[in-house]
């Protein structure tokens, strides 16, 4: 853990002194430094660094417990259809009432978010699959459904761009004043946390559950709850972030094993540092231009998605 953390601390502050303006950390610590590098420092790259680590470990959070409700490991929030739900209902939101505030706005999108889930679930419920690689299948098919409405609906109303947004994750334009939402996400991987024995009961079916005095739907509704809640400010703050809930908890769990106590500080934590990464990435290879982060996870998150899933296939049993 000191070790993780450690890394991250690095990926920080290296965070801090990446970008168009040159701004030197020794140049900080002496104190020989410009108005205009401290207002670049205390205006957009504390505020995008705050941002980085907040969305990336309460996104992977989120990926975990998806998975462990769901119990499957290859779903996450964007392939599950909640993704897609909550731009679908942040795109109402815009057409029926643009002038309310953001906060409402996120809240409409978590309710999508919510009932988009809640009808993954339900399908799940109504079609027998006999493989595990069929469930994230059936997430994406209903996202693509979800996502082709909302395309009509934009392009019906011109709303086309402010849809691309959305589905674009990009860091670039995080300022102060303009990701503070994301505290919440930060608080909402907290409540995982400290809900993380319940919801590794609920992970072991309803009658496990239920024998052990737990109720089993409230359970598993506040783990859809912090799900959509997280997918939703996410979305409206940043955009979609692809498959980091899906390789992030998948890794950690595969070398500590399906205990949500000790698996979400790991995964928090290994989701802060990968978006770091790949972020700092995309402003690098291309400097003074940016690639943006959803660009880098899903080259990085797709490759890894196959993996896994060649791997389950290569040690099922014959």
């Known amino acids: 853990m000191a070790i993780g953390l450690g890394i991250t601390a690095v990926l920080v502050l290296v965070s801090l002194f990446v970008g168009v303006t040159d701004i030197s950390p020794l140049d900080m610590l002496r104190g020989d430094f410009s108005a205009q590098q401290l207002q670049v420092i205390m205006a957009s790259r504390i505020p995008r660094t705050s941002a980085l680590v907040l969305a990336g470990s309460a996104t992977a959070v989120a ?3 998806m998975q462990m409700i769901v119990r499957n490991r290859f779903v996450e929030p964007s392939t599950a259809g909640t993704m897609e739900s909550a731009a679908l209902g942040l795109l109402t939101v815009t057409l029926l009432a643009p002038g309310w505030p953001v906060m409402a706005k ?14 993954f679930l339900r399908i799940l419920r109504m079609v027998p699959l006999r493989d595990v690689l069929l469930v994230p299948l059936v997430g994406i098919m209903l ?6 409405v909302s395309t ?10 402010s849809l691309g947004a959305w589905s674009m994750g990009d860091f670039s334009g995080v300022l102060r004043g303009r990701y503070e939402l994301l505290w919440i996400a930060g608080i909402l991987a907290i409540a995982a946390y400290l809900a993380a ?16 005095g737990l109720n089993y739907r409230t359970t598993v509704w506040l783990g859809l709850v912090i799900v959509s809640l997280v997918s939703a400010v996410v979305l ?5 972030i692809p498959f980091l809930g899906l390789i992030v908890p998948n890794i950690v769990t595969m070398m500590i094993g399906d205990n949500l106590r000790r698996a979400v500080p790991w995964v928090a934590i290994s ?6 990464a790949c972020d700092i990435l ?9 690639i943006p982060i959803s660009t880098m996870l899903g080259l990085i998150g797709s490759i890894a998605f196959l993996y896994l899933l060649l791997r389950k296939r290569h040690h099922a049993p014959a």
Do not use: K, Q, W
């Open 152 to 161: 009509f609906i934009a392009y019906r109303y011109g709303l086309m761009a």
């Open 143 to 148: 996202g693509g459904v979800i996502g082709a």
């Open 282 to 290: 995309g402003r690098t290879l291309r400097a003074p231009y940016e």
């Open 236 to 240: 409206v703050t940043i955009g979609t």
């Open 271 to 276: 989701g802060a540092g990968l978006v770091l």
């Open 106 to 119: 996120m809240l409409v999108a978590a309710l999508f978010a919510l009932a988009g889930t809640a009808l």
């Open 197 to 212: 024995d319940r919801l590794t009961l609920a992970a072991m079916g309803r009658d496990f559950t239920t024998n052990l």
């Open 63 to 65: 990926g975990l417990v």
